[in-house]
């Protein structure tokens, strides 16, 4: 069996996921959910940056255009999104994102489903 990347840091983070999601529901915008996860982020002491640029190299130039919500441990991308539902595009968007950091693991997590937080794990098979 394959082990989970990230185990403690994952099963932490979801925490915090659920109990926003417990307490805020799912009408508010992707702007609120973020300010009330940067918020949590900080209470418990986790170092994240908010809004990363990740820079993707292609013929020795620097693409702009990959803004990721958080980079949580300098590990983990986080995406937050508050629609009815997480799409392709949404998933090749934190592909990009992983691929163009150079990360292992992104969770794609949406508040606005209607009735829990749905938490979608995305693997860089192209991670090094």
Known sequence: MAEIIYKELCYQLNGIFYSIYNVMGN?????????????????????????????????????????????IENKIVVDLKAKKYITRKDYKQMLRYLRAGN??????????????????????????
């Open 27 to 71: 009408i508010y915008s992707e702007k609120q959910y973020q300010d009330v996860l940067e918020a949590t982020l900080k209470k418990e002491k986790l170092k994240y940056e908010r809004e990363k640029d990740l820079l993707f190299s292609l013929k020795d130039c620097k693409i702009k255009g990959n803004k990721a919500d958080f980079v």
């Open 103 to 128: 990360y292992k693991l992104g969770l794609i997590v949406n508040f606005g489903s209607a009735n829990k937080v749905m938490v979608k794990r995305v693997i860089n098979s192209k991670y090094s």
